[in-house]
Structure formats: C-alpha cells, structure tokens
C-alpha cells in the first residue's frame, strides 16, 4: 500500500511539472510568433468550413465537374464522361449485381468486376488511376500478363483431361469453336478496309481472341498485340465469360432440332491414370516444338494439371484450385472492373471492341454446334450437338450450360462430363490460337 501511495504522489508531481511547463510555454510563445503565423492559427468561419466541406462532395462534382480533371491517361475528360457517363456506369454496375445476384450468371466473376467498376466511377478519389489500388492492380498483374498466366494454373489444376481422353474425336469440338477467333479477325480487317472501324491487323487479331470465351488469353495476346486495348478488351472477354448463360442456349436451339437434344452419350472407356500424366507432358512438348509463343498459358495451364494428376503433392495442387484461384480472381477481376469507368467504356473504340466480341463468340458456338452435327453424318457413336457450344475455352461455364440445356428436353440426359472434353479442347485451342496470332503478326 505504500510503494502504491508513493507513484501516485510521484505522477501527480510529475503531471503538475508539465502543466506548469506548458502554461509557460503558452505565455512565452506569442513573443517568438509573427503576425502572419498569429493569423495562420485563428480558426476559419465556421461558414467557410462547411462551404470547402460541400465543394468536396461526390454531389458537387458530379453537378460541377472539375475543368481540370484528367483520366487514367493523364488526358482531359469531357464533361460527359465526368457528369452522366459516371451515372450511366453506376447503373451499369448495379446491372451486373443483379445478374450476379439474383440470376446467378458467374459471380465469381460478375461481383469483383461490377464492384471495381463501381470504384472507378467514383469521382474525386482516383481510385482507378495510376495511384490509385485499382490502378496499382492492374498494373501489377493485368498488364504484364501475371494474372492469366496465374488463373491458367489454377484452371489446370482443376481440369480433368480423362473425357477428352475417353472420346478424342471431342477435341474437333474445341477445333471448331476457334473459328470464331479467326473468321471475326477477316471480318475486322474487312471492316477495316471498308473504313467502318479503324483497327490495325494487330489490334484486330487481339479482339478477334474474344471468340475464344477465355479471358486469361484475350489478355495475354493483348498484352502483346495490342496494349493500348488491353482494358477494353479485358472487360469484353470477361463480360461475355459471364454473360455464356444468356448468349449461347438461343444459339444452341436455333441450330438443333429436338431429338438431337436428347442424344444420351455414354462413357466409352475408362482412362489410366498414366495416360493422364502423360497428356499434359505430351502437349507441352508438342506446343514447344510447333509454337513456343503459346508455351506461357499451356505451360502453366499443364503445370497445374500435372501437379494434380501425379497426386504426390495434393497440398500444392489443393492450393492451385482453392486459394490461388481464388485470390487471383479477386484482383483481376478488380482490376478489370477499373476499366469500365465512364471515360474508358463510354468510347466508340470500346463499344466497337464489344461489338466484334460478341459477333467472335456467337460465331465460335455456333461453329462448335455444326461441327457436332456435321461429325453425326458418319458412322460411329453419335454426339449430342449441345455439347459442340462447350468448345468455347469459358471453362466450366460453358459445359454446365450445355448440361442444363439438355436436361430441359431430358433430366436424365447428363451432358457435364461429355461437355467437358470440347471445353478444355476450347481451352488449349484458344491458347494455340493465340500463339499463332502472336508468331505471325508480332
């Protein structure tokens, strides 16, 4: 109790000696401070505060924007872009919650996008610019290809080759689909030359990539083919990834009848798991040997797969499918997301972009559709021409599609694993298909 009352009389000296200093300091300082710094210390009018308060308000700069404020390219914005572009591209955002939400359709790809584009649009903060943490994003991993290269790990790790391998002739599926890359590269050109679009045939192979439904290539041969579109192009292959329930099954039945519907496919054999093991490698070395341009995204989408399939290292591969993908696919999609502000989505280029990217992926399904059904013309186990749509590289989204389209005209008619073969055909085709347009037009 002693020691006790003793700090206590301690701290109250010491408080008292540093009240009295400071009361001394307090009467000392007005002699060592000028006018002007006297002035400086009086507190502004109350009035004045709140005035400085609303003129840094999103309100004020959506009302009153900023003549001086420039975009994500250090170039003036107009006052569209600054005004009710912004609002338009809110909505837009708010569009994409709902299919997200309340349809479903790819949140894991919708809500990180809408959500950094909600971010981007927000005035004043600069969150999107190159300072901002969606600008860091993006430039961090979108625009040096890490991301893809990333996502394509984690794909790969989660892919399963055995009914690809049960059923080779799938893989023409995956062929077919690419057409859409191709046949909407001598459509921009033709564009081009009529003077409709003003594209170089750079820029128009990395937006004919879009065909493909793979948003890891469009960047990667973007990145490389066309860096100034890079945004424009990220944010159309992306989006129509997410959008492959609502553009593909209207595509799907305008081309096949009813009873071809319900063609039921069975399981023709059963794959080793050394054949498993040795696919990956074989395709590795093949794309090494014939376009070593494509090795980045089948390396890394072989890696992953290889990893998995040895099942000596599960810690490594569970890590690949769960938490890296996972990761990864937040940041990207942010970083996405920061590319539909209203100054950088609102623009002729990116609506034109958007325009060839859904004519290249309803091209490259309808492709996948009559090759099936061109494939049933001869003698052998007949393919349900649904699954031809799957030759798309959006994995998994279009084979669940075509699973769900079958199961409405059959429920017992389960399509996911035949399905699956043309969509990792799809995968590896858009990624030979991207190499190929690198080595010829680089």
């Known amino acids: 109790m002693k020691n006790i009352i003793i700090k206590l009389l301690a701290l109250f000296v010491f408080i008292g000696f540093g009240n009295a200093y400071a009361s001394d300091a307090a009467h000392a300082a007005p002699e060592h401070i000028s006018t002007h710094q006297e002035e400086t210390y009086q507190a502004r009018p109350f009035s004045e505060m709140i005035g400085g308060f609303l003129a840094s308000t999103g309100i004020n700069a959506l009302i009153n924007p900023d003549p001086n404020e420039l975009n994500a390219h250090d170039e003036p914005m107009s006052d569209f872009h600054k005004t009710w572009g912004r609002v338009i591209m809110i909505l837009v955002t708010f569009l994409l919650f709902w299919l997200a939400i309340k349809k479903g359709f790819e949140p894991l790809l919708l809500l990180p996008i809408g959500f950094g584009g909600l971010l981007a649009n927000i005035p004043v903060a600069g969150i999107a ?264 590289s959006a994995v998994p989204m279009a084979a669940r599609v075509s699973n769900k389209v079958g199961m409405e005209y059959d429920r017992s008619n389960m399509l996911l694993m035949h399905a699956m073969g043309p969509n990792v055909a799809g995968v590896i085709g858009s990624a030979v298909a991207a190499g190929v347009l690198i080595s010829l037009f680089q």
């Open 129 to 392: 610019g190159h300072d901002g943490f969606l600008g860091i994003i993006y430039t961090m991993g979108l625009s040096n290809q890490l991301f893809p290269i990333l996502i394509f790990m984690g794909v790969g790790a989660m892919t399963d080759f055995g009914p690809l391998l049960s059923n080779p002739k799938t893989a023409l599926l995956g062929g077919a689909a690419q057409f859409g890359i191709f046949g909407t590269l001598v459509g921009a050109v033709a564009l081009a030359e009529m003077g409709i679009v003003d594209f170089t045939l750079k820029q128009a192979s990395a937006i004919s990539i879009i065909g493909g439904a793979d948003g890891p290539t469009s960047i990667f041969i973007a990145t490389t083919l066309a860096p100034e579109l890079l945004g424009a192009i990220a944010v159309a292959s992306y989006s129509y990834m997410a959008m492959v329930p609502i553009i593909q099954p209207p595509i799907m039945k305008a081309l096949t009848t009813e009873a071809e519907r319900k063609i039921k496919m069975t399981t023709l054999r059963h794959v080793s798991r050394i054949e498993k093991l040795v696919f990956p490698l074989m395709v590795l070395v093949l794309a090494i040997l014939v376009l070593p341009d494509s090795t980045p995204l089948i390396g890394a989408f072989m890696f992953g797969n290889f990893l998995k399939e040895s099942g000596v290292v599960d810690r490594l591969s569970d890590t690949m499918q769960n938490a890296l993908i996972n990761i990864v696919t937040i940041f990207l999609g942010l970083a996405v997301g920061s590319k539909l502000a209203a100054d950088q989505f609102l623009v002729g280029e990116t609506l034109a972009i958007l325009a060839l990217g859904i004519v290249a992926f309803s091209a490259g399904t309808a492709a996948g559709v009559i090759m099936a059904k061109i494939m049933n013309l001869f003698p052998g186990h007949k393919i349900n021409p649904l699954i031809g749509s799957a030759g798309v």
